[in-house]
Structures are given as structure tokens and as C-alpha cells.
């Protein structure tokens, strides 16, 4: 007998429970639906905003989902300010972006291990801010101190950030869309960082990855966080076919002894086939892997709470977010 919505929302919540802040001012999953036993809803809160996100194509099923949940957590959490729902396979974009059923303001910026991040809700179909990635950016918070560090598809530039507070000496965010760079300044100014070692460049990601070549330019580490598909005049990405491919091209900005931090989120690609694709890059002894960094509990779900498993097993990685670092060795050095 399939369990109720109300009992798995019970259920995930209790060994989350730790992990909301006093002050809620942070940002956490408090249902990661896939794998906790309702694979079309999952519920994100960001400060004292409630955010859930159905992935239905029916209407009607999204709008019962929603209601449930927003009932349940409104009843459980009562100092929730807001609920923003979205539909992520409508067709309005309007129900895509987000709209709020419960208060008025979504949260403009979460507290992350006393790192403050400027968020928009809704400025695109996801939250602008990822929470699979929170273990990174605790990392770059801790080795980027004095370094020279460029993010690739920096999207909202939470990465880049966390690596200025971490003392980088440089930090250049690299996107498309000025709008979503944007948050990156606002994150840079919320914490009162010295918005001088940023630089944040709206350009074709492989537009500028042949300026910076041209021009002889290299960093100390070097963020890849791209979209699982696009194509650009520029280039392409793919992230189940190609998944190497951009990391060769992005090798060369590397300084001798630098890091590649790479992150592959295809939910197909197996994380044996892709280690092993990167394991075949190391070959030739001027890659070699370093280590990788896991996802938060809160995202991939606790043992207790688990009850399916993703459609390609990411071992030896915790969820099909794959994060792994790479230390660079230069044939020129």
C-alpha cells in the first residue's frame, strides 16, 4: 500500500529537524521527493520561505500536490512567511518562474554557515541558488585563500563567492546572463567583501575561455559547474556524451599544480562510467583526481528515510550531483 504524502512528509521532516536554524535564516531540502517516496514534489525552504516544486504535467495533480504540502508544512512550520509554488512542466512561464500562495515576500537572501547568499525565487525555473552544492562551497571557503579563481557558467555565482570570502585574491564569474551574475554582487556586498577581486563577465563561457587563452591568462583553480545541456554559436555541452570534453579545453587556463573542480549533474551518466571517463583522463599523468565532495543529507535523503534510488548508480559518489576535484600538472612547467 503506497504511503500518504502527509505520512512521508511527517517522516522526512524529523531528522530535519536539526538542521533548521533558530533564526531561519538558512537554506535546506526538507523533501527530496525522488528519492523519500513522491517523486514529483520536492520542498526546499529558504529562510522563511517555503519553496515546492512539482514536476507534473497534469494541472490538476500538480495544484492536490501543492495544497498538501503547503497544509502540512504551513501546520508543522509556523514560522514560515511565504510559499512560492512552481510547476516546472507547465507551459506558463508564469507558473514556472513561481507564484506565491501564502504571504507576500520571498526571502531575498539565505545564511549559509555565516555566509550570506542573495536569492531571487524567481527570477528562473529553479531556486537560483543550489543546495547539492553547499559542501563545495564550505571547501572553496577553505583552500582559496591568496588564489587566482575563475568560475565557468558561474549562473548566480554563489561558488565565486564563497571563494572570495575565502580569501581568493581574484575571483572572475563567468555567464551569460548579466541578470543572474547580478546576485553575485549583491551576495559580495551582504558580507561586505571587496568587491574589487571580483570581476564578473556576461560572455559566451567559451567565448571567453579563447580570450583568456589568447591572452596567456592562469588561475590557480578553476570552477566547471555548466548546464547539463546547451549550445552555443561558441560551443556545445553535454554532460552524458561529452562530459571530458570541456574539461580539456578548460585544462590549459590551469596553473601547474592548480585544481579543476568539476560537477556533472546527468542523472543517467552512472557515477562508475563517469570516475572512470576521468580516471582515463588522468592516464597521462598531467591530471590526477584529488577527491570528491558529497552531497548534504538533506538533499539526498537520510537512511531512514530513503526509499528509492536514482535511475543510474552514482556510486562511488552519494547522488548523481558529482563533485570531484582534480590537481593540474602543466606539460610546459
Known amino acids: ?46 529562510a522563511s520561505t517555503l519553496l515546492l516544486t512539482v514536476y507534473c504535467e497534469i494541472t490538476d495533480e500538480a495544484r492536490s500536490l501543492l495544497t498538501m504540502a503547503q497544509d502540512f508544512y504551513l501546520g508543522r512550520l509556523p514560522w514560515l512567511s511565504c510559499v512560492l509554488q512552481k510547476q516546472r512542466l507547465a507551459k506558463d512561464l508564469s507558473l514556472k518562474r513561481g507564484q506565491i500562495t501564502f504571504g507576500s515576500q520571498p526571502a531575498e537572501r539565505i545564511l549559509e554557515n555565516g555566509l550570506y547568499h542573495a536569492i531571487d525565487l524567481t527570477l528562473n525555473q529553479d531556486a537560483s541558488f543550489y543546495l547539492d ?23 548566480t555565482g554563489s561558488l565565486g563567492v564563497a571563494a572570495l570570502a575565502g580569501g581568493a585574491a581574484h575571483v572572475l564569474q563567468v555567464d551569460r546572463n548579466g541578470r543572474f551574475l547580478e546576485l553575485a554582487r549583491r ?96 592516464q597521462d599523468g598531467f591530471l590526477k583526481i584529488e577527491q570528491i565532495i558529497p552531497v548534504p543529507a538533506d538533499v539526498t535523503g537520510f537512511p531512514e528515510t530513503i526509499v528509492a534510488r536514482p535511475p543510474s548508480d552514482p556510486a562511488p559518489f552519494n547522488h548523481p550531483t558529482k563533485i570531484v576535484v582534480l590537481r593540474v600538472r602543466r606539460k610546459d612547467h
Open 1 to 46: 500500500m503506497k504511503e500518504s504524502l502527509q505520512s512521508l512528509l511527517e517522516k522526512t521532516l524529523l531528522p530535519r529537524q536539526s538542521c533548521i536554524d533558530g533564526e531561519h535564516q538558512a537554506a535546506l531540502r526538507l523533501f527530496a521527493g525522488f528519492y523519500e517516496g513522491e517523486p514529483r514534489l520536492i520542498a526546499d525552504v529558504f
Open 133 to 155: 552544492t553547499r559542501g563545495l562551497r564550505d571547501w572553496l571557503r577553505d583552500t582559496t585563500t591568496g588564489l587566482d579563481v575563475l568560475n565557468t557558467f558561474a549562473y
Open 187 to 282: 551576495s559580495a556586498m551582504s558580507n561586505h567583501l571587496d568587491l574589487g577581486r571580483m570581476k564578473l563577465r556576461a560572455d559566451d563561457v567559451f567565448n571567453e575561455i579563447g580570450s583568456l587563452k589568447k591572452a596567456g591568462t592562469l588561475f590557480d583553480m578553476v570552477l566547471l559547474d555548466p548546464p547539463f545541456f546547451s549550445v552555443t554559436e561558441k560551443g556545445k555541452v553535454d554532460l552524458v556524451s561529452e562530459s571530458t570534453r570541456i574539461i580539456n579545453k578548460l585544462r590549459p587556463l590551469v596553473k601547474d599544480n592548480g585544481r579543476l573542480v568539476v560537477i556533472n549533474n546527468a542523472l543517467f551518466l552512472s557515477g562508475k562510467d563517469y570516475y572512470h571517463s576521468l580516471e582515463e583522463l588522468c
